[in-house]
């Protein structure tokens, strides 16, 4: 086998849903809702499979052109700058290949990748296939009030500027963050520009829970910061977004400067994803765009909904002894035995680690209380 897979033959996400399988076990180890997407969603997949032969075949590479022009004319308005739906997006299979594309494109031998602990597992692989070598940087818990948030998870700015070196490319951050749950405030999304700036360094930006927070809790796009958009690469997925995850519709988001790149490795590797679901996720985000900030719409009433099941799944895991960080946003909380938070850190800083757990709460709510019936036999 090639040295660039060396290593990397075991992966956290097939290997535990095996086992669920395996064992019938309540599954709130992996990030998936166990319900269905809304109805309008589904609608739309079923008119786009019976939308005659176009929909069953090849479309436009980098994406079918009425998904880039919503995603582009919808995230203009959010990012506050005209984005160009043929030259500054990428439609991709699910943020999973969006974050490959990135890294192959951008990541030569010898690079530095910074990310930001505790991350979602591929990260490291993906930059380990790019050629390039992870450097690591951990969020800390700075207090403990009576309530423990991901809130209370922070970078040291002194710490993180250290990682900082002239073979530094990218830094890689995940807001909401899988599996802490925090949400970056918009200074500390300034301190890592500022030194993105500095040092002439690409932000790769996994936003797939954008519209997951909790409590009041703003999601910022760091690609929205004053000399931001000309250096970073926002990811995005459809699945998250309307809880369809099985579509595997995803993007990248940038200026076309870069994202030229990631073309290039998609022209060559996949040339596009699924016409039908793509047609499917560009008429669920007309109808967000129409209903967007009113009560209608799916990105105001999933995180409501979500934010119940939050609080449930809190409540459970203190009522038998455990200790559940409350996050800010996303679909998980760490604090107790499906996926060990180890995973989500490096082989040098694991051990610290150790004593979490996380729980993932899209579930039915039937599922929460199976899980909860188990956790309390086991107290
Ligand atoms: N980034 C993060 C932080 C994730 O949790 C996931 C998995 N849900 C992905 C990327 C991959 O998303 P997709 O299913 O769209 O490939
Ligand atoms: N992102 C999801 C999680 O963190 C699932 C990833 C996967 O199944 N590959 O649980």
């Known amino acids: 086998h090639a040295r660039r897979i060396e290593g990397i ?3 956290i996400w097939v290997e535990f849903t095996q086992l669920a399988a395996d064992y019938k076990a309540v599954n709130l180890g992996q990030g998936f809702p166990d319900f269905s997407p809304p109805s309008f969603v589904q609608e739309a997949f079923c008119k786009a499979l019976n939308g005659g032969f176009p929909m069953h075949q090849y479309t436009r590479a980098f994406g079918h052109p009425n998904l880039v022009k919503i995603l582009a004319k919808f995230f203009s308005r959010i990012v506050g700058r005209e984005i160009d739906p043929m ?28 990310i930001v602990e505790p991350f979602f597992d591929c990260y490291q692989p993906m930059v380990m296939m790019a050629g390039g070598t992870a450097v690591y940087v951990p969020l800390k818990p700075v207090c403990c009030g009576p309530v423990l948030s991901s809130a209370d998870w922070v970078l040291s700015p002194e710490e993180l500027a250290s990682k900082f070196s002239p073979r530094t490319k990218a830094i890689v951050i995940n807001t909401p963050n899988n599996p802490l749950g925090k949400v970056y405030q918009r200074e500390e999304l300034q301190m890592i520009a500022d030194l993105c700036i500095k040092h002439d360094v690409i932000c790769i930006s996994d936003e797939v829970y954008e519209w997951l927070t909790y409590d009041g809790t703003k999601h910022v796009k760091i690609a929205s910061l004053p000399g931001m958009w000309e250096r970073t690469v926002t990811i995005g997925s459809a699945g998250k977004t309307f809880s369809a995850t099985g579509w595997k519709v995803g993007w990248a988001m940038g200026s076309g400067h870069i994202l030229k790149h990631l073309k290039t490795v998609h022209q060559n590797s996949v040339y596009h994803c699924a016409t039908a679901a793509q047609e499917a996720v560009a008429v669920s985000f007309q109808r967000e765009y129409d209903v967007f900030g009113t009560e209608e719409s799916y ?12 609080l449930r799944l809190a409540d459970c895991l203190k009522s038998v002894g455990l200790k559940p960080i ?45 899980a909860e019936d188990i956790l309390r036999q086991w107290s």
Do not use: W
């Open 87 to 114: 030259e500054d997006i990428l439609v991709s299979v699910g943020a999973y290949q969006a974050l490959f594309c990135t890294f192959q494109a951008l990541i030569d031998e010898g690079d530095e990748v910074i």
């Open 9 to 11: 033959d075991k992966n």
């Open 326 to 370: 409350l996050p800010q946003g996303g679909y998980f909380m760490i604090g107790l035995a499906t996926i060990p938070v180890s995973a989500f850190y490096s082989p040098e800083h694991r051990n610290e680690f150790q004593k979490y757990i996380r729980f993932c709460f899209v579930k039915e709510d039937t599922t929460l209380q199976a």
């Open 299 to 310: 990105f105001h009433q999933l995180p409501i909904h979500l934010h119940e099941k939050r």
